[in-house]
């Protein structure tokens, strides 16, 4: 039953994968770039586990979730899933989406690299739990390029600031930055925010040398081919990989 499920999702998945991995390297190749230098994070939310586990057998090994109680089982059962299919090399798991202060907790332990970090107030409380868990905790800083007021984020100057009391936050290791664009019809209209998100991170390299600024992640199913030409290390596409979501 289970295995027929994700059969379904293989069918599904596979022509849809394909074409958005052969857009990057188009997208890369524009801007002379290596398509290995871009990660592509497939944003499962609204997805069962099936339709990972089918991704995954299509070689996708980053997976990204925006909601921690809609990612704990799903992290769950898709290690099920895949150590019944006898694999071991199990996915990393990326939370993209805002997190609540009290849930800020569960955000410590299953990811690899929480992209989501958009306040001091989260960033101490994620280190708290980091340290009571024993763990170093990758993240980005998560920055609203475009000023649109419902959208989370520091601004590019308090970001300035912020990293200042962030880089001591011992059990955090900030890795660069993400943003996510405005929806506009043309993609081309968002290209100044992923410029201005590579900008920042220049920037902030070299104000603070010392830390790690490598990643930019920015680029969602509307508009990764802009970001990549801007210079994305990684993409968090969804709806052209799954389809649209329920
Ligand atoms: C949902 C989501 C995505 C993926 O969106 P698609 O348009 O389906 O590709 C990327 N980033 C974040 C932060 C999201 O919440």
Redesign the pocket.
């Known amino acids: 039953m289970t295995t027929s499920h994700v059969d379904t999702y293989l069918a599904r998945i596979a022509p849809r994968l394909d074409a958005v991995r052969e857009r990057i390297a188009l997208a890369a190749a524009r801007a002379h770039r290596s398509p290995q230098d871009i990660t592509l994070v497939a944003?499962s939310?609204g997805h069962p586990p099936e339709a990972v586990v089918a991704a995954y057998h299509l070689g996708v090994r980053d997976f990204?979730e925006?909601r921690v109680e809609e990612a704990d089982p799903k992290i769950h059962r898709v290690r099920e899933l895949l150590r019944e299919a006898g694999q071991t090399d199990f996915p990393r798991w990326h939370l993209?989406?805002h997190i609540q202060s009290r849930k800020a907790a569960r955000a410590i332990g299953p990811y690899a690299l929480i992209?989501?970090v958009d306040r001091l107030k989260i960033a101490r409380r994620l280190n708290r739990f980091a340290r009571d868990m024993g763990r170093v905790q990758p993240i980005l800083l998560e920055v609203n390029i475009s000023g649109e007021e419902s959208k989370f984020g520091f601004s590019p100057e308090e970001v300035v600031e912020a990293v200042a009391e962030i880089a001591t936050l011992e059990f955090l290791r900030i890795q660069g930055l993400m943003t996510?664009a405005p929806l506009v019809e043309d993609p081309e209209e968002v290209r100044p925010v992923f410029a201005g998100l590579r900008t920042l991170r220049d920037e902030l390299a070299s104000i603070y040398p010392e830390l790690q600024w490598h990643h930019l992640s920015m680029g969602?199913?509307?508009d990764f081919e802009v970001a990549i030409e801007e210079g994305a290390t990684i993409v968090?596409?969804?709806?052209?990989i799954f389809g649209p979501?329920e």
């Open positions: 944003v939310k990204g925006n993209i989406g992209h989501s996510m969602m199913t509307q968090r596409i969804g709806t052209a979501r």
